[in-house]
């Protein structure tokens, strides 16, 4: 059975740093891009950053966190980090990882959504 787990969420304060961790298994890792999406309360899930290709070569970032969130991939883990630097109160919000059998491109471009989600991971940042 294909599993997605965030690990990492928590409380910090206004220009700390988080590490958020997806871990997979139950389908071919290698074979899929993984994406992080957030939701804030009362608004629509949106995806912020995106890994895929051939060594996860490509990386897209959202433009509210270009330069202050970078993602990476553990391979012996199966896992996909997002590190979070610099937080404002804005990143406040549940964070989401999925995996697709497309890629990057296609989930920016919301012609594909994932085929699997984790449960989320809560990152509340107080200024």
């Known amino acids: 059975e294909a599993e997605l787990v965030e690990s990492g969420g928590g409380l910090v304060e206004a220009g700390q740093s988080l590490r958020l961790s997806c871990t997979g298994s139950g389908f071919p890792w290698n074979d899929y891009a993984i994406a992080w999406f957030r939701q804030r309360p009362g608004e629509k899930r949106q995806i912020i950053s995106c890994?895929?290709?051939?060594?996860?070569?490509?990386?897209k970032y959202a433009a509210s966190v270009k330069g202050r969130f970078t993602i990476s991939e553990d391979h012996a883990k199966n896992a996909v980090n997002l590190q979070m630097d610099r937080l404002k109160s804005e990143d406040t919000a549940t964070y989401y990882c999925?995996?697709?059998?497309?890629?990057?491109?296609?989930?920016?471009?919301?012609?594909?959504?994932?085929?699997?989600w984790g449960k989320g991971a809560l990152v509340t940042v107080s200024s």
């Open positions: 890994i895929s290709g051939f060594g996860r070569s490509e990386k």
């Open positions: 999925g995996a697709t059998e497309y890629n990057c491109v296609g989930l920016w471009s919301s012609l594909a959504t994932p085929r699997y």
